[in-house]
């Protein structure tokens, strides 16, 4: 199973919009409406940002949206802060019951 | 709160054995599907291993099955990692995630622990 492809890093002032990719195949992304994102400093915990897609857990901005189109989600962070910096994963579960996540992009705002 | 506590890394040398834990606490564990996730150092999350409510169905990455076995104690409401034939390449922070939905898989996880460091060298 191979991780889904992410950019390697994205970048943007405080208040500007940014859009992370997440490209998989139609087993895992574009096969179902379970696609998730974290947010990882390392040796933290990772949090849960964005669930089935589109959906927001409690206690999570609204400034996060996810979308999918065919094989490719995104997760958008729009009014970027400072706390946004991170290391952002799209996952996904898969055709073979099992789940993979992608390849991480660090998030650096200006 | 919901609270999962990692337990048991440590160093062991390449072809040896090592369990650790994941010990939960404020939610119904047995009505949850569970799972583990590693880091290696300078590399991303790796999906390795989940289980279903009940222990019933588990799954596994290739890159550990037949090595790696996960379980449950639903009545001490913790969850396990044996790993058998370790290798330098499982070097890594091991974190059990509870499944956000779902009973027999995992389609998300929503709380996750801070994780165990396992260090496989000579």
């Known amino acids: 199973q191979s991780a889904l492809t992410q950019p390697v890093s994205v970048s943007g002032s405080p208040g500007q919009s940014i859009t992370i990719s997440c490209t998989g195949t139609?087993?895992?992304?574009?096969?179902?409406?379970?696609v998730s994102w974290y947010r990882h400093h390392p040796g933290k915990a990772p949090k849960l940002m964005i669930y089935?897609?589109?959906n927001r857990p409690s206690g999570v901005s609204n400034r996060f949206s996810g979308s999918k189109s065919g094989n490719t989600a995104s997760l958008t962070i729009s009014g970027l802060q400072a706390e946004d910096e991170g290391d952002y994963y799209c996952?996904?579960?898969?055709?073979?019951?099992?789940?993979?996540f992608g390849t991480g992009t660090k998030v650096t705002v200006l | 709160e919901v609270q999962l506590e990692e337990s048991g890394g440590g160093l062991v040398q390449p072809g040896g054995s090592l369990r650790v834990s994941c010990e939960t606490s404020?939610?119904?564990?047995?009505?949850?599907?569970m799972s583990w996730v590693r880091q290696a150092p300078g590399k991303g999350l790796e999906w390795v291993s989940a289980?279903?409510?009940?222990?019933?169905?588990?799954y596994y990455a290739d890159s550990v099955k037949g090595r790696f076995t996960i379980s449950r104690d639903n009545s001490k409401n913790t969850l396990y990692l044996q790993m058998n034939s370790l290798r330098a390449e499982d070097t890594a922070i091991y974190y059990c995630?509870?499944?956000?939905?779902?009973?027999?898989?995992?389609?998300?996880?929503?709380?996750w622990g801070e994780g165990t460091t396992v260090t496989v060298s000579s």
């Open positions: 089935d897609v589109s």
């Open positions: 404020g939610f119904s564990f047995n009505d949850y599907a």
């Open positions: 995630a509870k499944a956000g939905r779902g009973t027999t898989s995992v389609f998300y996880m929503d709380v």
């Open positions: 996952s996904s579960y898969t055709s073979f019951s099992t789940y993979v």
């Open positions: 139609a087993k895992d992304v574009g096969g179902y409406n379970y």
């Open positions: 289980i279903s409510f009940s222990g019933g169905y588990t």
